[in-house]
């Protein structure tokens, strides 16, 4: 997955393009008011505080400060009649006042970089156009039914341009406008023609129409559900798409929030219980248990290095397994239980119970002596001495004979005092909790 933190790190940066980014910075302020629609003002507040609230605003240009009041204080939250020293004051003061909340919804930072993440990606776009010389100019309603997004060639030569390519909806209808120097409507299109669209030095635009909202009952309540929907804007390779979620109008009520947000954890608390890299399960890390532990035990989790030892009855893993002793995997390697599988092609001991151990066996075999130390008569032509003419041989000898074999390859001595695979050797880790 792209790193949505990275890129964060980033924003001071790219924002270097001048005071035209403040038509892209609309789709950044477009991506919080998402996190605010699915999730909380609350994941707002922590993602705005998380982007900008560790940064020495001394060190940004004029455009780069405005830029992250435009995304804090909403649009009009600018530069306004504030001096410099104010500006920078005010967005200090907001982040001392949010500091307690940002940080206790400090949880909800990933989900929430997931759904600034795909803004971010359009605002990049942006970005991208600007430096092509096409202004992007993107201009919601206050309800965001409507969605007004002009394009306009900024070079001085009408003849020069790009093309529309592709315009993709999901829950809008829209309807494509180009006009004259006089700004007379030259064609309006309600569909993309066969043919692409020439973007030169007069205006482009772009209305989009969200989809009527459709009656939902929650509870005893009737709200009105605005569907989800989409937009992506194609123009010379570059793909742009902004993504709108459901909403409900009104807002459903607090209480049954919590209500239904409860029902969720509830939901994901026995899914990371009992699914995938749930309790009991087991985890192979290169990482120390201090580190591991540090990452992993948290929301009630708890991991700990499978070593036999025993935990609390009132663990997790207990309830689940009937039993308080962990496996110990110290030098284990792991095998799968057989399930009735044959003997010839699984475990040979047939089907154990889980976290029972085997100790280790050498596979009964055969060798070839090669030896040039025995009489010829008992040597073929290669070399090679049979079974029956050695041991008709030593029947017959009076002394004791040791036969040493030395097991090679690439002139390398492969002995040891235990059989094993090529392997690497790490941290297993079981969850108790």
Same mark, same amino acid.
Request: with cysteine; net charge negative; aromatic share 10%.
């Given at each position: ?41 609350e994941?707002s ?28 204080f909403?649009y ?15 967005l ?34 942006c ?7 096409i ?13 007004n997004? %002009? ?66 009952k ?10 989800r ?18 909403e ?13 947000q409860?029902?969720?954890? %509830? ?9 995938i ?94 030896g ?23 029947? %017959? ?29 790490? %941290? ?6």
């Amino acid at each position: 997955m792209k790193t949505i933190q990275a890129l964060f790190f980033l924003f001071a940066t790219v924002l270097a393009f001048g005071q035209t980014t403040n038509n892209c910075n609309a789709i950044l302020q477009h991506g919080l008011r998402n996190v605010n629609i699915s999730m909380s003002s609350e994941a707002s507040i922590a993602r705005k505080y998380e982007n900008h609230c560790d940064k020495d605003y001394s060190l940004l240009t004029d455009e780069q400060v405005g830029s992250i009041e435009a995304e804090v204080f909403g649009y009009g939250g600018g530069e306004g009649s504030y001096s410099r020293r104010e500006r920078e004051e005010r967005l200090r003061e907001w982040c001392k006042t949010n500091e307690q909340e940002a940080k206790a919804n400090k949880e909800s930072l990933v989900q929430s970089s997931i759904i600034y993440g795909r803004a971010y990606e359009a605002y990049e776009k942006c970005l991208e156009l600007q430096a092509d010389k096409i202004q992007f100019n993107y201009q919601p309603s206050e309800d965001f039914k409507t969605i007004n997004i %002009n394009m306009q060639y900024t070079s001085p030569t009408i003849s020069d341009g790009i093309f529309l390519t592709g315009v993709e909806t999901e829950g809008f209808t829209y309807e494509i406008k180009t006009v004259d120097k006089e700004g007379i409507i030259v064609k309006k299109y309600s569909s993309l023609p066969d043919t692409p669209i020439y973007i030169n030095n007069l205006a482009t635009n772009i209305l989009f129409k969200r989809e009527p909202s459709v009656l939902v009952k929650e509870g005893n309540q009737t709200y009105n559900k605005v569907p989800r929907g989409s937009i992506t804007i194609q123009t010379s390779g570059k793909s742009l798409m902004l993504s709108y979620p459901e909403e409900y109008k009104p807002t459903i009520p607090a209480q049954r929030a919590i209500e239904l947000q409860s029902q969720i954890d %509830n939901l994901n608390m026995q899914i990371e219980e009992v699914g995938i890299d749930g309790v009991a399960s087991v985890i192979a890390s290169l990482l120390t248990e201090k580190k591991f532990k540090e990452l992993y035990d948290r929301n009630g989790q708890e991991w700990v290095l499978a070593m036999g030892q025993t935990v609390s009855t009132n663990s997790k893993y207990y309830e689940y397994t009937n039993t308080n002793e962990l496996p110990d995997l110290r030098g284990r390697f792991l095998r799968g239980k057989n399930y009735s599988r044959s003997k010839s092609s699984g475990n040979v001991d047939g089907d154990l119970a889980l976290a029972d151990g085997q100790d280790d066996t050498f596979k009964s075999h055969s060798h070839r002596i090669y030896g040039n130390k025995f009489p010829a008569s008992t040597s073929n032509t290669n070399g090679i001495i049979s079974v029956d003419v050695l041991k008709s041989y030593l029947e %017959n000898f009076s002394d004791p004979v040791d036969a040493t074999f030395t097991l090679n390859e690439n002139n390398q001595n492969k002995e040891s005092t235990e059989t094993r695979p090529r392997n690497i050797t790490v %941290n297993f880790f079981i969850r108790i909790n």
